[in-house]
Structures are given as structure tokens and as C-alpha cells.
């Protein structure tokens, strides 16, 4: 009875695995909802850009144009340019719509914010679901879905309220994973054309990544000349989607020779990448060493073209001026690599990845397969940009969901099979505990050298008091204006409130946040100059926030640091706020 109860099971997990699929992505998506629901109600969107995602939404169903991506509550009149591209606005915009119809436009607003991130979620599930069937075993998909649960980088980008587009582009990730491994090979090119397609119309994060899909499907080519069809149909995607994303979605200013988007410099390589391998794969000599050469060829016309051609984009994507890089990009922590990161944020960050990485060598080497060293490249590749910067964690350990899963499907039924449950469970346990980063996570926290100073708790208390909805609706006591304030206070401020600010963090209008910073480092008299240039009417500040403290460490004795011990010159106006703000208002005379 028991044995046919599970091959029952087993048959419905194999033949049902898509409706299963999204029965699990239902039942975790109700949980977060449900979990989250204090950050829906207060609206907590706490990541910058997140905010200035919901402004981009709002901007745009009041009727802003839709190739016009100006943040005009940003540095009024002129505006703000945001280099991002409206496809990830449209199931906000959409869902807000939906709520409309039962609720107010703010709690629209908020169950959209609440759902959105969600919906790339399913995606990555049934992509990883897919790539789990092929690579492992048609019953192991459940086990690679409790493996992403454990990612905890990666499901922090489907959160509630994380409205931004990590998730969308982890989601096209993962469906260039199932190409990757796909055994029909017009099916398989397809979808890591498209995939890169999107992804790159929605921004440039995964460029590396998509470079690097390419390049293994180039190779796949090399060693297999029948792999023709695949890289033909890559191609003509890849180049057909990229010219399609650019037509629908490209802003009016992505129409520039800029570096950091979809813009007609990334267009023209993927372009022409596009039509060279089409070509290869047409040719398609008999002779490994002449698809060899052809591949190389192709690889250096590419490079040198874009070499060329584009040099203002052989530095930094972002081509903001060096004071802005050494005083704010340099400082980014997610750009930094991960050893330069403490004990505490890096060992469970890494964990998965490395794990992840063996798992899939380990797979490749047994198996043999095509499809597991494509993975295995693929997830190697991850691990390495770990080292360049860390904001590559939520890729990376969502592409070890594969390479664990692979070593726990070979581990578990041996130690399953030990007599002793002494010995039998701890094993089980530690099995799925130990790749999986959450012992690590564990014994970090425990670790004397591992916590973080009472500095460093002040300062985040604090972060996340000033930019609380409770404390920054109190500004809307006054009437509308241009505020003064932090560059990472910018975005939250005019999504909470009906002002306007100045400067938010993001490089295309490197000018206006320098003017931020040399204000608060700079003397009264630059300071005042600065605020009347911008038209700003009050100023807004908030003590121990974390950019706060830059200012106080890079000028003891500017303008900021003596506001912080107290002083008020005598052109600012203290203004009162409820009690107990953190914030302190002043109106500029």
C-alpha cells in the first residue's frame, strides 16, 4: 500500500509539475504577503530605487509620456534622467489598475507594491523547476524550489514592496539556465536569446551574464557542429529582440551614445553580435579548429569594433566624473567585492555559490552531459563576479540551486541509508544546512568579532527611523516646496510627501548630487549659495543617518558637522515637526 501510494505521488509530481509549480509560488507568495504586511501597510519601500520605481509608475499613469523617463520632482524645473525603461513599470502600473477597482488608489498602490515582485518569482521557479528535470531527474524540482528558499540574497529581490528590477531580471536568469540546458536545441537558443533580450532592455546588470551565455553557446557550437540550429536561433533572437526592446522601450534619452543602457551603443553590439554568429552557424565548417578560428574571428571583430567605435565606454559604464566616483560609486558597498566585505554579510553571501559551483563540476564530471557543463561554466562564471563586486550574490546563488541540488540527490539516498537515527538525522540535517549557508548564517551570528559596533547600530537605527512614513508624512504640514536633503533621502521624500527634492543616487545627474555634497562639506556661505541656485525653500536633515556620516568624517567643521553639534545659522528657521521626528526642518530665508 505504501509502495503505490508513492508511485501515485511520484506520477503526480512528474505528470502535474506545472500546476504544482504554481500551487508552491501561490502558497509562498500568500506567506510573504502575509509576513510582509506591516512594510505593505506603512508602505515601506525601503531601497531607493524601489521608491523611485513607484515615482516612475506614477509619473506615467498621470500621463507623463511613455518614452519620457524624467523624474520631474527631482531637481525641478529641469528634471531628473533615470537611465531604466518602463517594461518593469507595466505590471505595477497594471496591478494598480486591478486594485483600483475594489479600493482606494493608496491602498492600490500598496497591494500592487506588495504583489509586483512576486510575479517574477513564478518565473524563476519554473525555470529553475525546468532546469531541475533536465539536469538531475523529473522528481527533483521540489528539492531545487525548498533550495531557493534558502537563498536568501535572491529572495530578498522577490519581497513585498521590492518593486524594483533585480527580480525581473533574476527571472530571465534563470530562464537563460533552462535554455542553457535545453535538448531541443531551436527551443534551447531561443530562450537564452530572448531571455538576454529583455534582460538588457530592462538594464545593463546582467550584461556580464549574458555575455557569458553567449560564449558558452559559441563553445557548444565549437565542440558540436549540430549545435548550429541553436546558435543560429540565438542569434536571430538575441539581435531581433535587443533592436525590438530598444524600439518599445528605449527613453528619449537612451537615444544617446551612452554606456549604461540599451542605448544604440549596446544595440550595435548586440546587433552585430547577433548577425555574425548567424552567419557562423550557417557556415558551419565540418572542421572543429575552423568554427575555432570563425569564433575568434567573430570575438575580435566584436571587441575591436566596440573598442572603436565606442571608447567612451572602456571605463565605467557610468562615465561620472572622478570626484563623483572617488566621493560616491567607490563607496558603494554592493559594488564592492565580497572580501571586502565583513565576516558577518560574506560567509553566508558566499556559501550557496561556492557550494553551488562544486556541486555542478561534480555533476558535470559524473554525467558527462552538455547541458551540466554549460551549467557548470555558467555557475563558475557566477562565483568569479562575487569577486568583482557583491551585488552579483542573489545571481549567484541562484544559480547553485542547480549544483547543490545535484550533490544532496547523490548524498541523501547514502545517508538515508545509515542503521543508526543518531547517526542517520544529524547527517540529513547538516546535509541540507551546511550548503545551503544557513549554519554559517548561524554561527556568524554568535561570533564576538562578527557584531556590529553600537556605532554602527546608532547609525542604522536611525536610517531606517528617517525614512519611516509616520516620520516623513509630518513635512506635509507645510506646503508644497523644493526641500533640501540627503541624496538617499531624495526618493523616499517625494513618494511620502508632496515636496520636491534635489538629488537622489543615481549617475546620470552626478551634478546635482556634488552640489549636495558640497553644500553639506562645504562652508555656510557655499552651502547657502547652493540651496538658493536649486530654489530650495526648506531644508531637511536627519542626525545619524547613514550619508550623514560621511559628511561629518569628510569635513569636521563644514556645514554639516557643526548643524549636527547643534548650530543654526541665522538664515535658517527652525520649523516644528511632531514629536519625537528624528528629523529636523528649516526654512531656508
Same mark, same amino acid.
Given at each position: 500500500?505504501?509502495?503505490?501510494?508513492?508511485?501515485?505521488?511520484?506520477?503526480?509530481?512528474?505528470?502535474?509539475?506545472?500546476?504544482?509549480?504554481?500551487?508552491?509560488?501561490?502558497?509562498?507568495?500568500?506567506?510573504?504577503?502575509?509576513?510582509?504586511?506591516?512594510?505593505?501597510?506603512?508602505?515601506?519601500?525601503?531601497?531607493?530605487?524601489?521608491?523611485?520605481?513607484?515615482?516612475?509608475?506614477?509619473?506615467?499613469?498621470?500621463?507623463?509620456?511613455?518614452?519620457?523617463?524624467?523624474?520631474?520632482?527631482?531637481?525641478?524645473?529641469?528634471?531628473?534622467?533615470?537611465?531604466?525603461?518602463?517594461?518593469?513599470?507595466?505590471?505595477?502600473?497594471?496591478?494598480?489598475?486591478?486594485?483600483?477597482?475594489?479600493?482606494?488608489?493608496?491602498?492600490?498602490?500598496?497591494?500592487?507594491?506588495?504583489?509586483?515582485?512576486?510575479?517574477?518569482?513564478?518565473?524563476?521557479?519554473?525555470?529553475?523547476?525546468?532546469?531541475?528535470?533536465?539536469?538531475?531527474?523529473?522528481?527533483?524540482?521540489?528539492?531545487?524550489?525548498?533550495?531557493?528558499?534558502?537563498?536568501?540574497?535572491?529572495?530578498?529581490?522577490?519581497?513585498?514592496?521590492?518593486?524594483?528590477?533585480?527580480?525581473?531580471?533574476?527571472?530571465?536568469?534563470?530562464?537563460?539556465?533552462?535554455?542553457?540546458?535545453?535538448?531541443?536545441?531551436?527551443?534551447?537558443?531561443?530562450?537564452?536569446?530572448?531571455?538576454?533580450?529583455?534582460?538588457?532592455?530592462?538594464?545593463?546588470?546582467?550584461?556580464?551574464?549574458?555575455?557569458?551565455?553567449?560564449?558558452?553557446?559559441?563553445?557548444?557550437?565549437?565542440?558540436?557542429?549540430?549545435?548550429?540550429?541553436?546558435?543560429?536561433?540565438?542569434?536571430?533572437?538575441?539581435?531581433?529582440?535587443?533592436?525590438?526592446?530598444?524600439?518599445?522601450?528605449?527613453?528619449?534619452?537612451?537615444?544617446?551614445?551612452?554606456?549604461?543602457?540599451?542605448?544604440?551603443?549596446?544595440?550595435?553590439?548586440?546587433? *552585430?553580435?547577433?548577425?555574425?554568429?548567424?552567419?557562423?552557424?550557417?557556415?558551419?565548417?565540418?572542421?572543429?579548429?575552423?568554427?575555432?578560428?570563425?569564433?575568434?574571428?567573430?570575438?575580435?571583430?566584436?571587441?575591436?569594433?566596440? *573598442?572603436?567605435?565606442?571608447?567612451?565606454?572602456?571605463?565605467?559604464?557610468?562615465?561620472?566624473?572622478?570626484?563623483?566616483?572617488?566621493?560616491?560609486?567607490?563607496?558603494?558597498?554592493?559594488?564592492?567585492?565580497?572580501?571586502?566585505?565583513?565576516?558577518?554579510?560574506?560567509?553566508?553571501?558566499?556559501?550557496?555559490?561556492?557550494?553551488?559551483?562544486?556541486?555542478?563540476?561534480?555533476?558535470?564530471?559524473?554525467?558527462?552531459?552538455?547541458?551540466?557543463?554549460?551549467?557548470?561554466?555558467?555557475?563558475?562564471?557566477?562565483?568569479?563576479?562575487?569577486?568583482?563586486?557583491?551585488?552579483?550574490?542573489?545571481?549567484?546563488?541562484?544559480?547553485?540551486?542547480?549544483?547543490?541540488?545535484?550533490?544532496?540527490?547523490?548524498?541523501?539516498?547514502?545517508?538515508?541509508?545509515?542503521?543508526?537515527?543518531?547517526?542517520?538525522?544529524?547527517?540529513?540535517?547538516?546535509?541540507?544546512?551546511?550548503?545551503?549557508?544557513?549554519?554559517?548564517?548561524?554561527?556568524?551570528?554568535?561570533?564576538?568579532?562578527?557584531?556590529?559596533? *553600537?556605532?554602527?547600530?546608532?547609525?542604522?537605527?536611525?536610517?531606517?527611523?528617517?525614512?519611516?512614513?509616520?516620520?516623513?508624512?509630518?513635512?506635509?504640514?507645510?506646503?508644497?516646496?523644493?526641500?533640501?536633503?540627503?541624496?538617499?533621502?531624495?526618493?523616499?521624500?517625494?513618494?511620502?510627501?508632496?515636496?520636491?527634492?534635489?538629488?537622489?543616487?543615481?549617475?546620470?545627474?552626478?551634478?546635482?548630487?556634488?552640489?549636495?555634497?558640497?553644500?553639506?562639506?562645504?562652508?555656510?556661505?557655499? *552651502?547657502?549659495?547652493?540651496?538658493?541656485?536649486?530654489?530650495?525653500?526648506?531644508?531637511?536633515?536627519?542626525?545619524?543617518?547613514?550619508?550623514?556620516?560621511?559628511?561629518?568624517?569628510?569635513?569636521?567643521?563644514?556645514?554639516?558637522?557643526?548643524?549636527?553639534?547643534?548650530?543654526?545659522?541665522?538664515?535658517?528657521?527652525?520649523?516644528?515637526?511632531?514629536?519625537?521626528?528624528?528629523?529636523?526642518?528649516?526654512?531656508?530665508?
Amino acid at each position: 500500500m505504501r509502495e503505490a501510494s508513492l508511485e501515485r505521488l511520484q506520477r503526480e509530481i512528474d505528470r502535474n509539475w506545472q500546476r504544482w509549480v504554481l500551487v508552491a509560488w501561490a502558497a509562498i507568495a500568500a506567506w510573504y504577503m502575509y509576513d510582509r504586511w506591516g512594510q505593505i501597510r506603512w508602505w515601506s519601500l525601503g531601497d531607493t530605487d524601489d521608491n523611485m520605481r513607484l515615482m516612475q509608475v506614477r509619473a506615467w499613469m498621470a500621463g507623463q509620456d511613455w518614452y519620457d523617463l524624467r523624474q520631474y520632482r527631482m531637481n525641478p524645473p529641469v528634471g531628473f534622467d533615470i537611465h531604466w525603461s518602463r517594461i518593469v513599470d507595466l505590471p505595477i502600473a497594471g496591478l494598480i489598475l486591478f486594485f483600483r477597482l475594489f479600493t482606494t488608489p493608496a491602498w492600490a498602490e500598496r497591494l500592487a507594491c506588495g504583489l509586483a515582485p512576486l510575479i517574477p518569482l513564478s518565473i524563476t521557479m519554473t525555470a529553475l523547476a525546468v532546469t531541475l528535470r533536465r539536469l538531475i531527474g523529473v522528481l527533483t524540482w521540489p528539492l531545487g524550489l525548498g533550495l531557493l528558499l534558502c537563498a536568501h540574497a535572491t529572495l530578498l529581490m522577490y519581497m513585498p514592496m521590492r518593486i524594483d528590477h533585480h527580480g525581473w531580471q533574476l527571472a530571465m536568469l534563470a530562464v537563460t539556465v533552462a535554455g542553457l540546458c535545453d535538448p531541443a536545441a531551436r527551443r534551447g537558443g531561443a530562450l537564452v536569446g530572448l531571455a538576454s533580450a529583455v534582460s538588457l532592455a530592462i538594464g545593463l546588470e546582467m550584461l556580464p551574464y549574458a555575455a557569458m551565455a553567449g560564449a558558452i553557446l559559441t563553445l557548444r557550437w565549437v565542440w558540436d557542429r549540430a549545435e548550429a540550429d541553436r546558435l543560429a536561433v540565438y542569434a536571430l533572437t538575441l539581435g531581433g529582440g535587443s533592436a525590438a526592446g530598444f524600439a518599445a522601450f528605449a527613453s528619449n534619452a537612451n537615444y544617446a551614445m551612452r554606456c549604461d543602457a540599451l542605448t544604440p551603443v549596446w544595440l550595435s553590439v548586440t546587433v *552585430a553580435a547577433g548577425a555574425l554568429l548567424f552567419v557562423l552557424a550557417r557556415i558551419n565548417p565540418a572542421s572543429r579548429g575552423a568554427r575555432l578560428g570563425l569564433a575568434v574571428v567573430a570575438g575580435a571583430v566584436i571587441a575591436g569594433g566596440f *573598442a572603436s567605435l565606442f571608447p567612451q565606454c572602456l571605463t565605467r559604464p557610468e562615465q561620472v566624473s572622478p570626484e563623483l566616483q572617488r566621493n560616491w560609486l567607490n563607496n558603494v558597498r554592493e559594488a564592492k567585492p565580497i572580501y571586502k566585505h565583513p565576516l558577518r554579510v560574506a560567509l553566508p553571501m558566499a556559501i550557496m555559490p561556492v557550494i553551488g559551483m562544486i556541486g555542478a563540476i561534480v555533476a558535470a564530471w559524473r554525467r558527462r552531459t552538455i547541458g551540466w557543463t554549460a551549467v557548470a561554466l555558467f555557475t563558475t562564471f557566477a562565483c568569479l563576479m562575487l569577486l568583482w563586486q557583491a551585488r552579483a550574490a542573489p545571481a549567484a546563488q541562484m544559480l547553485a540551486v542547480p549544483g547543490i541540488a545535484a550533490l544532496l540527490w547523490m548524498v541523501l539516498p547514502w545517508l538515508t541509508r545509515l542503521r543508526s537515527p543518531l547517526l542517520r538525522v544529524p547527517a540529513i540535517v547538516l546535509a541540507v544546512l551546511v550548503p545551503t549557508g544557513i549554519a554559517a548564517s548561524w554561527i556568524v551570528t554568535y561570533l564576538p568579532a562578527t557584531q556590529p559596533s *553600537a556605532y554602527a547600530n546608532r547609525v542604522n537605527r536611525a536610517t531606517g527611523q528617517c525614512v519611516r512614513t509616520s516620520v516623513l508624512t509630518g513635512v506635509n504640514a507645510y506646503p508644497r516646496a523644493t526641500v533640501f536633503t540627503f541624496v538617499d533621502l531624495g526618493p523616499r521624500l517625494i513618494v511620502t510627501t508632496h515636496h520636491d527634492a534635489i538629488a537622489g543616487p543615481y549617475h546620470r545627474n552626478g551634478d546635482a548630487i556634488l552640489d549636495v555634497q558640497h553644500a553639506f562639506q562645504g562652508s555656510e556661505a557655499q *552651502a547657502r549659495a547652493i540651496m538658493k541656485r536649486h530654489g530650495a525653500t526648506l531644508l531637511l536633515i536627519c542626525p545619524d543617518m547613514a550619508e550623514s556620516t560621511n559628511y561629518r568624517a569628510r569635513a569636521p567643521g563644514g556645514f554639516y558637522d557643526r548643524m549636527a553639534r547643534g548650530w543654526t545659522p541665522n538664515w535658517l528657521t527652525p520649523l516644528p515637526l511632531p514629536k519625537g521626528s528624528p528629523l529636523r526642518l528649516y526654512r531656508i530665508r
